[in-house]
């Protein structure tokens, strides 16, 4: 779900309702992934078949899809715990994961239930496109829940490692790998196999791995080249990658280094999206006897029951419909995708920079005066409601009254916005899940627009590989997108043959995406757990 006033239009989302707390340290749900019961009896479970842990980093987008892959491993005939950051924020991701009927435990670790501290009391600013002003207490705060976290997972680890029924293998988060877990990585490798989860592109996979090992100030000039990816330009460049001593250099090298130790890596994505970065990592695996799995896209499987051979895909169209219908839980989605029920088809635009970065109040400016001259309709998400002061004097009132734009705070309803016939095109950061679930569920051209990390190299990819992309430039020391540079960008990716030509290579991503998901892409994975669990010890 993205972080997003819905206004006709606007309106602020509620708060969450509180869930019941347990005072157990150690807490399971064996089905339903809502409420969390009692203490795992780990003596009477998980011997009947091979038993797999999964890692999730303490963050929504990379906990749902570590949740469909429990589901779909256990589906597979697999035992799976899920190791879920004991904080309340999830909780709204546990109840749209449902794990009724399948062996999935959901062990809470023992850390703060706060709500409150695992959100930053300040965030860090996008100036403009490429141009992040991290704020470093934000950064602190989170090196900070990350350390909890590590040591948390080792405790929780090292309990279920002693139990009547240890795992055979275990899945973990990249972002995981640290100094923080440094030790406790040492201490497990050995004694059960360890795969490393990435929810990001494989693109951005050998981009961090290269980067880190270049020099790239010397190499600004004319961009530089990696094997798999696109030629790269100097504004592709992240500001922390040119200070050798900047945290977040600091942690990307580490994490680099410490990813090149382990020979089992897992992807959330698809052949026929990035074969390009997926055979590289895969002819450098095979020279290091490493294993390379892409298992993506991880998302609801109901969005793929679309019958891609024959014509009698209406009923499972219809299914669809139904099951997005079934995602809308409050009474703000409801207005949300009624407003969406009255546009015309593929006429709006979605825009979304996500949960953890606000714009500035500048940019903010620019992009609304540029929406508003581009005279395409839009559904605009907000992580807070402070950001829309920025909106020029009777912003709201105008769209709202020619019912051009829609508004929303909070936590949107994203697979509803993008799986929606009427919504056309996407703005994002290219951060990947919002990447992997525009194609996959709506089949969508993007306005990239990306910030910082990750978003970078995967905006190349989708612009000059794959082409289903209008990226932003942005301009001076600020990378400020003006007025005029969002009105050329918003109707280059909605209205001219242009806009129709990513339309249709995105659509035919999308198809792939639901052959893909219905190839059972984990199981070369299953297989390699099964003859794990089945050598002798």
Known sequence: MAAAVGMAHTMVAGSEPTAATNTSSSSSNGGGGGGIPGRVDWANCRRKSAHVVLCPLVRVGHLNPMMILGQKLAQMGLSVTVLIPGNRPLRRVLNNNPTDGLDVLLEVLDMAEDEDSWQPSSRSIATGARRLQVDMCAVASTMSMFQMHGEALRRKFDEIRRSPSPPVYAVMDYMLFSSASDGFLAENASLVPICVFCPISAASIIFHMSASQQTLPSKLADGFVIPGLPPFRPHDISDYYRETSHVLNLLFSEHSNLLAEFHRLMINT????????????????????????????????????????????????????????????????????????????????????????????????????????????????????????????????????????????????????????????????????????????????????????????????????????????????????GRAEVEAAVRAVTVGEEAAAMRRRAAALRRAACEAATQEPLRPFVTEVLRHAHQPQ
């Open 270 to 481: 698809f052949y026929d999206l990035e074969n390009g970065p997926l055979d590289v990592l895969r002819l450098d695996a095979k020279a290091t006897k490493s294993k390379v799995y892409a298992v993506g896209p991880l998302l609801p499987p109901e969005f793929f029951k679309l019958d891609l051979a024959k014509p009698t895909g209406d009923r499972a169209v219809e299914e669809i419909k139904e099951h997005r219908d079934r995602l809308v839980k409050s009474a703000d989605e409801q207005r949300c995708k009624e407003w969406l029920d009255g546009q015309p088809e593929t006429s709006v635009l979605y825009i979304c920079f996500g949960s953890w970065i606000s714009l500035s109040r500048a940019q903010i400016l620019e992009l609304a005066v540029g929406l508003e001259a581009s005279e395409q309709g839009f559904l605009w998400v907000f992580s807070r409601v402070q950001e829309m002061e920025a909106l020029p004097e009777g912003f709201v009132e105008r769209m709202a009254s020619s019912n051009k734009g829609f508004f929303y705070v909070g936590w949107a309803p994203q697979f509803v916005i993008l799986s929606h016939s009427s919504t056309g095109a996407f703005v994002t950061t290219c951060a990947w899940n919002s990447v992997l679930e525009c194609i996959s569920l709506g089949g969508l051209p993007m306005l990239a627009w990306p910030i910082t990390m990750d978003h970078l190299p995967t905006c190349r990819y989708l612009v000059d590989v794959l082409h289903v992309a209008v990226e932003v430039i942005g301009d001076g020391d600020e990378r400020l997108v």
